[in-house]
């Protein structure tokens, strides 16, 4: 399956971020159970994170980021790449 790769910046305070983030957890967790081998993490600075997974298409990788409690409250804008793995 392609890996995929959500870049993601917040977009409101952190209190209202840290909010949804036990859910956003818990909708990864589902994530890898169900085979899609996610990983999710955020960066050192303050601001923004990333969610790796895999999934069949881009179709696929646009709705499981749908689902994401950080998107679906609206607390990052992203962006979505599709990552072309060169040496493993």
């Known amino acids: 399956m392609p890996w995929f790769a959500k870049i993601e910046e917040g977009t409101v305070d952190k209190p209202t971020f840290d909010r949804y983030v036990p859910a956003h957890k818990a909708y990864v967790e589902d ?15 303050r601001g923004g994170g990333m969610l790796l997974f895999e999934a069949e298409s881009m179709e696929e990788a646009q709705q499981i980021v749908a689902e994401d409690p950080l998107v679906k409250h609206g607390c990052v804008k992203y962006d979505l790449y599709q990552w072309c793995i060169v040496v493993e």
């Open 31 to 45: 994530l890898i159970a169900k085979g899609h081998h996610a990983k999710t993490g955020y960066w050192q600075r």
